[in-house]
């Protein structure tokens, strides 16, 4: 788990108010619940205590203690109940005190008299750790005697509802808060979905697709400004691409005329004059400079033409393990000069839709890179396939290799692994530029994987055309020319 991404964090920070939230939930349910019962147990002391003085004190003149007594052990049953009661009368002291509750919570004669302020709720601490409430109140009867009447019932009554409580909160507070943490988490991921989504797409746009754009979702929210944006950026970058591309095109294409003027008057002057023959060397080999760099303006131009979009590319249906099969024919000879031997491998009716020339130009320039970067007696094999629904193409030979710092490059333009000899053998590192712009130009891709003194394997993936002119059902035959 990634402790620092934006869903754990959120996914903490929503747990951890939680928790506080709840926490301050459970102490003001507990502080409020201990205040009410506290209250109620007053009131209900006092309403005794009004009872004892109102309807059994005033009575008393005519009846005895033992009547009192009588009354209030069958109202209360201080025994059973665990109740304290006591009647204090002035100047005669205790005239009734209710006897020691059957449990033994407490001893009613060792609780002391209220000190001087004698009316009100208090609360003791006996000795052996309980709590007792105990209201207080003072009566006199019609005759001016004085009674002070007291009720008390052990504090703990409250005290098991509280611990019941915090029972209940400690039992379910973790259970609620998990529950919470999991919601959270799965809800964070749904939010955060759609910035997955966003990313994916923008990984996916690369310099060959800045066409495309990130999804934008009408939500109105800060997810929609941010694609918003971001797909502003794409297009300003996509005008200075195209910018850049309008340029190498119109400069190669500016470049083309005087080039030709050029070869023509050269060729003329090679043609139409008898030099001398240091002369004739010199402008020969001009000739040969105006012929190269005619080919690399024509490379750019194409190159230019094709990433811009603007190159017209001719597309039919058409069978790439023929042309693969068709364009290593014509490679043949080449192979032959090296004694390498060139084998072609094709599944039949692997069918794409493109253009002819083009694509045979991608083949052609794998197989030649294959066989110039390949020692004599070497091997290379062409091979075209049906895989995972792509029409996959792939020249692999047991060359020279490509070191790896150099793999990541070979796409580039004029890029080349060893420049004198790439230059020697006429190459100016374009070729495999040429290839990647023609397979982005049919939607697919190119890729290479190489080992330095082992070999390489260039790899071209194309979008399967759905039927082919041919009328033979697709197969998976594999037809091996050596
Ligand atoms: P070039 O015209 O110089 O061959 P490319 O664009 O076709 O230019 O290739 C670029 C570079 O990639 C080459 O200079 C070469 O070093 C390397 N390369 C291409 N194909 C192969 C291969 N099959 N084996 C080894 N190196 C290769």
Redesign the pocket.
Known sequence: MNFRSLRFRMTAWYAGLLVGALLAFGVSVYLGLEGYLDWTLQAMLASECRTIGTELLSQLPGKNRGWLETEINEAYAPEVNARFIRVNRERMGVIYISRAPKDGAFDPSQIPSPGGRNDGARRIRLENGQQLLINAMRFTTPDGSQFLVESGIPYQRIQVVLHGLLLTLAIYTPFVVFLAIGGGYWLMRRSLRPVDEITERAEGITSSNLSERLPVIRTGDELERLSVALNRMIARLEDAFQHINRFSADASHELRTPLTILQLELEGIVNNHSLSGSLEEQIVSALEETHRMSRIVESLLTISRLDAGEAKLDRSRLDLSGLATSTADEMRVLAQEKSILLRTSTEENVCVQGDRTRLQQVIA?LMD??I??TQEGGAVEVSVQNQGGKAVLEVV?N????PATAIGH?FERF????KAR?RASG???????IAKSICGAHSGEISVS?EEGRG?C?RVELPLSAICDSTEPATLLRKVTP
């Not at 890029?415 to 060893?418: G, I, K, L």
């Open positions: 320039n890179n294959a110039k970067y030979d060359g020279v290799g490509i070979v890029y080349r692994v060893d790439s190459g100016a590192g374009l070729g495999l530029s190489s390489s260039f």
